[in-house]
């Protein structure tokens, strides 16, 4: 399948579908936030395998271009979850989306949802992390009607709390771990909520 037209087949999905099985396409200035595609295996495992990345989200890096497949086919499935795609290469270059109460890392209420979210190496520090989080941030206020979202980053990486107070998150005391987490599950998370009145 040629990559310019999955847009256009997934919205022509959406047109004949009112089952939103996939995620609504949102656009930012310089994003599509779109479903995964298989297609997406080999740029999902040129960067998910980078080790300086998985870990800071949660996860071990990709150890192979069939294990990034699969993750398509299992994981990233459902209407809660985003490719983020680069306007100007149509390249996917991260990944982000929310849990539902019984999904989250963390305790929250079935109003609430918990954000979560990782861009490409090569592009970090540009603000893309926030363009897009603004977007889904949006999205689970004004389309899916959750009262407030939540989110939880390493303390050793503050860059992913930066993203969400742009965002207008504020920082909650205290600290705590998310012990189901594939890597990092004993290290302490900071917290940090949005509260929809607040935005």
Request: proline residues 6%; negative net charge; aromatic residues 10%.
């Amino acid at each position: 399948m040629e990559k310019k037209l999955i847009t256009d087949q997934l919205n022509e999905f959406l047109s004949l579908t009112s089952d939103r099985s996939v995620p609504m396409i949102m656009q930012t200035p310089r994003l599509i936030l779109r479903a995964w595609f298989e297609e997406d295996a080999p740029v999902l495992f040129k960067y998910a395998s980078d080790p300086d990345l998985g870990p800071r989200a949660g996860w071990a890096p990709h150890q192979s271009l069939n294990e990034s497949r699969h993750l398509i086919r299992t994981l990233f499935t459902g209407n809660a979850v985003w490719a983020v795609e680069w306007k100007e290469t149509s390249e996917v270059i991260g990944c982000i989306g929310y849990l539902l109460y019984n999904q989250s890392n963390i305790p929250i209420q079935k109003d609430e949802a918990e954000v979560g979210y990782w861009i490409a190496k090569p592009y970090w520090n540009s603000g893309i992390c926030t363009e897009a989080l603004q977007a889904v941030v949006n999205c689970c206020f004004e389309e899916k009607k959750f009262s407030s979202l939540w989110g939880s980053y390493f303390l050793n990486n503050p860059a992913s709390g930066r993203v969400m107070e742009k965002c207008g998150f504020s920082r909650c005391e205290g600290q705590t771990v998310c012990p189901n987490l594939q890597v990092g599950g004993d290290q302490p998370v900071g917290l940090m909520k949005l509260e929809k009145g607040d935005r």
